[in-house]
């Protein structure tokens, strides 16, 4: 094997060899996981929980004087600090390089051992990897969130790496077999909860922080519920890992978490190509505070009892396109812009005057929110209304066919 710093691996298979002797004789709890089949019985497999007894043993390795010596040398490679840097969270320098790098390797070493029987080759390829990471000129990061509410036919780019895709048999469970209580129930077995949200990306090696995901991703559930009408969440959390190694489990957004009251939809292809459109134009809400709001106040809505849900949705309304006339002229506002027909607008018109509010408004304004996004400019398609409104320039065009 080919080595770029060999006092690394030295130092570090010391430790490893020191950690296998604490460890040599004791019992790894396992976890019993079932593999679903479409045809048959249920396959299941015995699977050791290695990274949950290594970060439970974490103290104790801690003080080991390997320990100490290998963070020593960590401390000398910049790549190092880099890396660990990720995982800093309140940590000390030397506890960060501990958590990312040491008890990592020694995971991955024990997994490859099936327990901690110790075997060169093993070592030597989880130090391989370790140095590939360290070293290479690219990282690979990658965030997971299973979804739900949604069924899809095939894979759906919703824009700056983030992909719907239906989720692979284990692809979690091996990587965190701790996984199994964090998954929504039923994850895998239900049609409409067959598909992960995966976030990938391209780090360079001098990235010293991974992507935010939880808020990427949480966008992506407020696109694709904007997109669909469908009750869709995500999470509850989000699985990262970086160079195909586990990097850390993090809770997604609450409101993008949480499944909304309503039906499961179907992901096509025209809907998908809406909420990738749609999850780039969300950035408007950062410089348009009233946007932002009424985006806000609509996603709230979808998990609300009446009378709050009227009262989010009339909120959401008047922050969108009320503006200074108010609730009225948001209703105006908004019948002009969706309504085809005179019949068509009359009958919004009705629909917002209900108490408490119906199915059809709270989708007109979703379907609002929809054009208003697309459109780019929410005050200058107000004033652009208004002139609709007074006859002086045709009803602009609909920015959305399909919603």
Not at 356 to 379: C, I, K, W, Y
Request: net charge negative.
């Amino acid at each position: 094997m080919a080595l770029r710093a060999l006092h690394l691996y030295e130092s570090l298979r010391a430790f490893c060899l020191a950690a296998f002797g604490a460890e040599r004789g004791a019992q790894v709890p396992f976890a019993f996981e079932e593999h679903a089949t479409r045809d048959g019985p249920s396959l299941y497999e015995y699977r050791p929980l290695i990274r949950g007894f290594v970060d439970e043993q974490a103290p104790t390795l801690r003080r080991l004087p390997d320990a100490r010596n290998a963070i020593d040398d960590l401390k000398l490679e910049p790549a190092a600090a880099i890396f660990a840097r990720a995982h800093r969270l309140g940590q000390t320098e030397e506890d960060a390089l501990f958590r990312s790098i040491l008890l990592p390797l020694l995971t991955w070493t024990a997994e490859r051992c099936g327990g901690f029987d110790w075997q060169d080759e093993a070592f030597d390829a989880a130090y391989a990897d370790l140095e590939q990471t360290l070293f290479g000129s690219a990282r690979t990061y990658v965030a997971l969130a299973p979804l739900v509410g949604v069924s899809a036919g095939n894979d759906a780019d919703l824009g700056s790496g983030i992909h719907v895709r239906p989720a692979v048999s284990g692809e979690i469970s091996q990587l965190w077999p701790e996984a199994r209580g964090l998954l929504p129930p039923e994850f895998g077995r239900d049609i409409d909860r067959m598909l992960v949200l995966e976030l990938r990306r391209e780090l360079d090696s001098a990235d010293a922080e991974p992507p935010d995901a939880a808020g990427e991703l949480a966008d992506a559930v407020t696109a694709l519920r904007l997109a669909t009408a469908g009750a869709i969440s995500a999470g509850p959390v989000v699985f990262e890992r970086l160079d195909f190694r586990p990097l850390r489990i993090s809770p997604l957004l609450p409101i993008a978490a949480t499944q909304p009251i309503g039906e499961s939809t179907r992901l096509d292809r025209v809907r998908a190509r809406l909420a990738a459109d749609l999850r780039a134009k969300l950035e408007l809400a950062d410089g348009d505070r009233q946007l932002g709001e009424a985006l806000d106040r609509w996603e709230l809505s979808l998990f609300a009892d009446e009378p709050f849900r009227s009262a989010q949705v009339k909120e959401a309304l008047g922050c969108l396109l009320g503006g200074d006339a108010g609730p009225w002229g948001a209703a105006m506002r908004t019948a002009v812009l969706l309504g085809e027909h005179t019949k068509d607008r009359a009958e919004l018109l009705a629909a917002f005057g209900e108490e408490p509010l119906g199915r059809e408004a709270a989708d007109a304004v979703r379907r609002a929110l929809v054009e208003v996004l697309m459109h780019g400019d929410r005050t200058g398609l107000a004033a652009t209304l208004d002139e609709a409104l007074l006859g002086i320039t045709p009803r602009p065009a609909s920015a959305l066919r399909v919603a």
